[in-house]
């Protein structure tokens, strides 16, 4: 027979007799039964640019089927009870991914709604790779208007010539101006614009939608945000990037999932805890070809933006070894300052004058200090690199990470793979992104914030009038559910437990901001603004390095 006219796996599928329902069925033969086969080797070449030793060793699972995962129960949890069929045309349309992550898992994927806010260079990659995935709707929010340094790394905002392209984005919404190339991906699915800001949303906003990730925005949105997702049990992420740096965040609150793998020769058992955030929760076995396969079902658990990305520290597999220490990018350190600035400084300020440069220093030598680095991975020269990259978009960054984001949103939403826990740091010089667990001590998951509506319309410790209750600032610059401004009084407050003392944590974290710190001296001052006389870092780094946005060091007396 003439190759040409041999069928493909799709045209095999749609040459199956009807079932009951009226669509063909799908022979799952059809699918390669081994992730390492020539056929998957073609579609996943080389690794992924995430290392993290905790995962390094779980092996894909079988792409085919998803099995149902057991609860410690024994219940079949209700979002893999809720298999939707998907139709022929479906099939032929998303073929190649199908024989990567499953049917059920491709089912799962057409059910979801998520919402995108933010619409610049990294939302961009997201949307694209989320919706060329087969999402069933992505909601695009964002309030501000096209600029012309839009244009250079956000392909949705220049479609076409680029003279036309600037006559006809520049000055419309950002989510408006994306939208018509995004439904030109897939027009299966449906792409929503929402033009207003996110702070006028109340909680129940985010209740439609199974995934909430938010992107280049300041600390204390992310924190509202989060806060909004917590009390619908709803998945979120936070991401952002400045030049060659970026970062990923994620909350998933307690997170189910399967790994299939060969069995060893140890069994695995289970109920069993693996980390402090991971458990065993099931383990079943099957026979394929003579060998056995067995399918673990873990659950994670993981910490709010508000712990992770300030009171956090490093897991105890870090701290108890110099060697890994050392090897914690500085741009850990970096970020956490930079976010402490923006919220000690105007709203969307960056680093720019003589005094600016001096806060940042100091912040990012108390917060390298917080995390127990040793001072010498902190050099002034990576601190002059990383202010140099602060509020740019590079299209590459944006596209490596904005691709493993959307990766693993697929792998939550399919539950086939280990999932992010909870941090990514990506360094674009070194294209290292480094997953580092942040928790604080105590509670995780579910637990850790209180949802329920009775903590809402009674509580005491609200963020928000209700009832009466006063408010209660979040963050340094006092933002938080007021009756005026950041949510309206219709979505109501947001309930906080007390049990785990959030308000206390941040009480004492201000009190420690206003605080003298004892080992930081004051920062090296800069004869020229960084606009007027660049500036450079000595070879040998300071006890408490000062740098400016580029240039040459500072001469000391």
Not at 266 to 281: L, M
Not at 396 to 413: S, T
């Amino acid at each position: 027979m003439d190759p040409e006219q041999q069928q493909t796996g799709a045209e095999a599928a749609r040459a199956q007799a009807p079932n009951t329902s009226g669509e063909p069925q799908f022979d799952p033969s059809f699918i390669p039964q081994i992730p390492n086969s020539d056929a998957m080797a073609g579609i996943l070449p080389g690794q992924s640019f995430i290392s993290d030793p905790m995962v390094a060793n779980l092996s894909m699972g079988n792409p085919s089927m998803m099995l149902p995962m057991m609860l410690a129960n024994g219940q079949v949890p209700q979002q893999v009870q809720e298999a939707t069929s998907i139709s022929a045309d479906e099939i032929a349309l998303y073929d190649r991914q199908i024989r990567l992550w499953g049917m059920a898992a491709q089912a799962k994927i057409q059910n979801a709604n998520i919402l995108l806010i933010t619409m610049r260079a990294l939302a961009n990659e997201v949307a694209k790779n989320l919706v060329l995935a087969g999402v069933k709707s992505i909601t695009l929010l964002d309030s501000a208007t096209v600029t012309e340094a839009d244009l250079g790394a956000q392909f949705f905002q220049n479609d076409g010539d680029s003279n036309d392209a600037t006559q006809s984005h520049v000055g419309r919404n950002r989510a408006e101006a994306a939208a018509p190339a995004l439904r030109k991906l897939n027009p299966r699915v449906q792409v929503h614009v929402d033009a207003e800001g996110v702070k006028t949303k109340g909680p129940s906003y985010f209740a439609s939608f199974d995934i909430v990730i938010a992107t280049d925005l300041d600390p204390d949105s992310f924190n509202l945000i989060n806060t909004a997702t917590r009390i619908n049990g709803k998945a979120f992420y936070a991401a952002g990037t400045h030049g060659m740096f970026g970062f990923i965040f994620s909350d998933l609150i307690e997170h189910d999932f399967v790994i299939e793998r060969d069995a060893g020769n140890v069994a695995t058992h289970a109920p069993q805890q693996e980390t402090r955030t991971r458990s065993i929760v099931s383990v079943q076995t099957k026979k394929d070809g003579g060998k056995t396969i067995e399918s673990v079902a873990k659950r994670e658990l993981y910490s709010t933006w508000f712990l992770a990305s300030d009171i956090a520290t490093l897991p105890d597999e870090y701290t108890a070894s110099k060697r890994r220490l050392r090897a914690v990018t500085p741009a850990l350190s970096c970020l956490r300052a930079l976010w402490e600035f923006v919220q000690v400084h105007p709203p969307g300020g960056l680093p720019a004058t003589r005094d600016d440069l001096k806060l940042f220093t100091q912040l990012a030598t108390q917060k390298h200090k917080a995390l127990r680095l040793p001072s010498e991975t902190l050099r002034p020269e990576f601190l002059r690199a990383f202010l140099q990259n602060l509020g740019a978009e590079v299209a590459p960054v944006a596209a490596v990470l904005g691709g493993q984001l959307a990766q693993d949103v697929i792998n939550v939403l399919g539950q086939r793979q280990q999932p992010i826990q909870n941090t990514v740091i990506f360094d674009g010089n070194t294209m290292e992104g480094l997953v580092y667990a942040l928790h604080p001590e105590g509670i995780l998951g579910a637990n850790l914030l209180s949802s329920t509506a009775a903590d809402v319309n009674g509580a005491a410790g609200v963020m928000g009038g209700v009832g009466g209750v006063p408010g209660v600032p979040i963050g340094v610059n006092g933002l938080g559910m007021m009756d005026q401004g950041i949510f309206p009084p219709n979505g109501g407050g947001f309930p906080l437990n007390n049990g785990l003392g959030m308000l206390g944590l941040e009480q004492q974290r201000q009190q420690q901001l206003s605080q003298p710190q004892e080992g930081v001296q004051p920062a090296i001052p800069v004869q020229q603004p960084p606009s007027q006389q660049p500036v450079s870092a000595p070879e040998q780094p300071p006890q408490d390095p000062t740098v400016a946005a580029s240039g040459q060091a500072e001469p000391t007396s």
